[in-house]
Each structure stands twice: as C-alpha cells, then as structure tokens.
C-alpha cells in the first residue's frame, strides 16, 4: 500500500500481487487429489486392458447368408456354450425346438444357463457345439444385427435413460407417432397411467428410471419392445425384483401383450402350464420338459 501512496506501484499491480496466490491455487489445486486417484486408475486401465485383449464373444460371417424370411422358427440341436477358453461349459448337449407362434417357458435355479440361453439365441455368444437354426438358417452365418432385428429382449435389468417417456420409447422406434407409442403402452397396460400423468409422456423419468416403480419400468421396457414390433421376443427374468403377487400379475400381462408374437419366457419362478404350450428346466446343462400337473 505504501508503494502506490509513493506512486512507485501501480494499483492495478498491486491487484495482480494479491490475487496471484488465488489464481494459482486454483490453478494446481486439483493437482494433488488427482495424484491421489492415479493407483486406483492404473487399476481400472488394467481392468479395461484385460477385457480388449479376450477374444470377441460372436464371430461375424464374412458374407453373411441371405437372411430368411417368416415364419421364424428356432430349433436348437445340441448347443453346448461356454463363455470363455478354458471357461466349464453352462450348457451341454441342449436342444429346443420354439416354432412361430409358441411359447416356451425355460426355468431354473440362477446361474444355470437360462440368460446364457438367451444370449446365443441374440447372437451375443457363439455356440461351442451344436446349432441354433432361425428360419432354417444357422444364426452363426447370418449378420447379428438382421438377427437382432427379428429377436427382441425384455430383460429384467433394461436401461432406462435419465430422459422423457416418449424418448424412451422412441429408442425402439425413433419416427414412432404418439398414437403408436400410446398403443404399446396400452397392450404393456401403462397407458391408463401415463394418461394420468400431468406431464404425459414428457414426464422425466429420472436417471435408471428413478421415478418409477420395479413394475412400471419393466412394463415400459416391454412395451418399448412391442413398439419394435419383434416376431420373437425373450422375456428374461421380467419380474426378477418383484413380490410374488406383483411378479405373478405382471407376467400374466406380459404374456397377454405378446399373445401374437413367439416368446421365449425365462424365469426361476414357477410358471403356470396353462399360461405357455411347454415348461422347460435347465438341469446340468441340458433343457429337460417339465411334466404337466
């Protein structure tokens, strides 16, 4: 201060002294807790190092075959998968025959092979031995994503993105009309609620889908799937985190909204017979019928 009264130190000088502390501090502050994070980054490096060094889990054809019309039967013959080199076999010797239009419950204990199943099937995972045919086609000649065009999945952990309703849905079928998208909500019985909604389908829905219920996420992710309008579609464990009365209503409706399409039900709970035209169980590794009460 004695500076600029003598008129020896500029006042605006005097100003960059003082503030320069501020402005390098804020400047390398972040330094050291950014140095702190460096081990556990070198971990997650290591971690992501590890997964791009595997082997790709599906082989793409180099000429993929024609892709086949409907109907889209599936058979499979056969199927042993493992999920790595040197990995135990999840299924072996597995055979499935799910002709257009049926629908096939596969149940059993978790961890036995059900949603492995399901992979193969959406081209997620290559086959170890044996065949999965769709619409006569070996799936492993044809392209994963004509495959996935014609096999939908409604999983029991489906994303819902931190966006509207309407944008959730519109990810199945982007050029979706309103009409449309209230008509999958109506068959995955939301509709009544969305209606209610003061928002409507510009309601948030929260981040992972924060804001609604176990019951409802499920319900807009399948309905989400019928606005794609899949032939086949793979309910994988839909009322995995729902009590038994929930879960069984819930199944019931999804099963009701899916009555035109072939389905695929994959489930630790037990299954009505009355509700699909055959009960599998995997049992070490192969799908064993479950005889009728």
């Given at each position: 201060m004695a500076g600029v009264r003598?008129?020896?130190?500029?006042?605006?000088?005097?100003?960059?002294?003082?503030?320069?502390?501020?402005?390098?501090?804020?400047?390398?502050?972040?330094?050291?807790?950014?140095?702190?994070?460096?081990?556990?980054?070198?971990v997650a490096a290591a971690r992501v190092a590890e997964v791009l060094r595997q082997p790709d889990p599906v082989t793409e054809p180099a000429r993929p075959a024609p892709f086949p019309g409907p109907p889209y039967d599936i058979r499979v013959q056969g199927l042993t998968v493992r999920w790595g080199e040197g990995e135990p076999d999840v299924l072996r010797g597995a055979d499935l025959d799910l002709p257009a239009g049926s629908r096939v419950a596969v149940t059993g204990p978790s961890g036995s092979g059900k949603t492995t199943l399901a992979m193969v099937l959406l081209r997620f995972l290559d086959p170890a031995a044996g065949t999965v045919t769709l619409g006569g086609a070996d799936i492993t000649t044809l392209a994963s994503e004509q495959v996935r065009s014609v096999i939908g999945l409604c999983a029991q952990d489906a994303h819902i993105f931190d966006t509207t309703l309407r944008e959730n849905l519109r990810l199945a079928r982007p050029a979706a009309a309103d009409t449309e998208i209230h008509e999958a909500l109506r068959q995955a019985r939301l509709d009544d609620w969305v209606t209610s909604l003061p928002?409507?389908?510009?309601?948030?829905?929260?981040?992972?889908?924060?804001?609604?219920?176990?019951?409802?996420?499920?319900?807009?992710?399948?309905?989400?799937?019928?606005?794609?309008?899949?032939?086949?579609?793979?309910?994988?464990?839909?009322?995995?985190?729902?009590?038994?009365?929930?879960?069984?209503?819930?199944?019931?409706?999804?099963?009701?909204?899916t009555a035109d399409r072939t389905v695929l039900l994959i489930t630790h709970r037990g299954v009505r017979q009355a509700d699909v035209d055959q009960v599998l169980r995997i049992t070490r590794g192969r799908l064993e019928p479950v005889p009728g009460r």
């Open positions: 003598a008129g020896t130190l500029a006042g605006v000088a005097l100003a960059v002294l003082a503030l320069m502390p501020l402005a390098v501090h804020e400047v390398f502050g972040g330094l050291a807790p950014a140095a702190q994070e460096i081990p556990r980054l070198r928002a409507g389908l510009c309601t948030q829905v929260g981040e992972h889908g924060a804001r609604l219920s176990g019951g409802q996420r499920q319900r807009l992710a399948l309905a989400r799937v019928l606005l794609a309008d899949f032939p086949v579609v793979i309910l994988d464990e839909p009322a995995e985190h729902l009590d038994e009365p929930t879960a069984a209503a819930l199944t019931a409706d999804l099963l009701a909204a």
